[in-house]
Nanobody
Framework: QLQASGGGLVQAGGSLRLSCVAS????????MGWFRRAPGKEREFVAA????????YYTESVKGRFAISRDDAKKTVWLQMNSLEPEDTAVYYC????????????????WGQGTQVTVSS
């Protein structure tokens, strides 16, 4: 089970830090990802992190602004979002999967409930 939090309303240029806490399972063997769904749009990949946090991936639009990290002892993954833009407004979801192929194809099997991020101009 994944529980996401940390969303809110922020002005453009501001920052937010999203958290996703996992319960059950062996967190350390899971690939973790963040996705978002903006109003009227398809869900899109935002960022992902591999086992142990050795490798991270980002969609082009957030590179240099967002940072994904994890702490396996706390069973938590974070998404630090800086220099937020109105285009970042969306519901953000964390996702997890132990299988490399699902991570590679962004077809995660386990999803959190989402947290709303709203960036005002």
């Amino acid at each position: 089970q994944l529980q996401a939090s940390g969303g809110g309303l922020v002005q453009a240029g501001g920052s937010l830090r999203l958290s996703c806490v996992a319960s059950g399972g062996t967190f350390s063997v899971y690939y973790m990802g963040w996705f978002r769904r903006a109003p009227g749009k398809e869900r899109e990949f935002v960022a992902a992190i591999t086992w142990g946090g050795s490798t991270t991936y980002y969609t082009e639009s957030v590179k240099g602004r967002f940072a994904i990290s994890r702490d396996d002892a706390k069973k938590t993954v974070w998404l630090q979002m800086n220099s937020l833009e109105p285009e970042d407004t969306a519901v953000y979801y964390c996702a997890a999967d132990p299988k490399y192929n699902n991570f590679l194809t962004k077809r995660y099997n386990y999803w959190g409930q989402g947290t709303q991020v709203t960036v005002s101009s």
